[in-house]
């Protein structure tokens, strides 16, 4: 597998991930009027370089494939089924941990703080994107044997 990454095969998720990331820190840092606020900015900052350059590598190697035998190719193909589950799996994991921190911070918040409930919104836009998240996971997860055995039918 050829490791040399140069500038042009950046995408557009690596360079959003960096600046989602940077976002973070400069909001823990300079924006945050609660310490609370400040802690949970830096603790998700390296959640969106991290993903993205898990995806940026595992888009990397599919990439890598040049001229193969059909077989060779279908098995690539079952590797690139378990791939996007992996992915899908990762994914509902992440969402749902940043929910559970959203959770408790909105929670801690609205206690400790005289109700207030600025978190209530974070929380609930990241339930959004945990039920999209688990929602594809499952589907996916749940016509796995059926793609695989798709695939191990044309097998030659």
């Not at 940043?98 to 609205?110: E, G, S």
Request: aromatic share 10%; charged share 15%.
């Amino acid at each position: 597998m050829n490791q040399d990454l140069d500038i042009k095969s950046l995408d557009i998720e690596l360079v959003l991930g960096l600046i989602v990331s940077a976002y973070c820190l400069y909001a823990a840092l300079h924006v945050s009027d609660d310490i609370m606020a400040a802690v949970i900015f830096l603790a998700i900052s390296p959640i969106p370089l991290g993903f993205s350059l898990w995806a940026f590598r595992l888009r990397h190697q599919s990439k890598q494939h040049q001229t193969i035998a059909v077989n060779q190719l279908l098995g690539i193909k079952k590797q690139q089924l378990n791939t996007q589950l992996r992915y899908w799996h990762f994914s509902f994991v992440g969402a749902l941990a940043l929910w559970l921190l959203l959770t408790a911070a909105t929670i801690i918040n609205y206690m400790a703080f005289d109700g207030q409930t600025k978190w209530f919104v974070l929380a609930g836009v990241n339930g959004i994107v945990l039920g999209a998240s688990a929602a594809r996971y499952i589907y996916l997860r749940k016509n796995m044997n059926r793609r695989l055995d798709a695939i191990t039918n044309l097998d030659i």
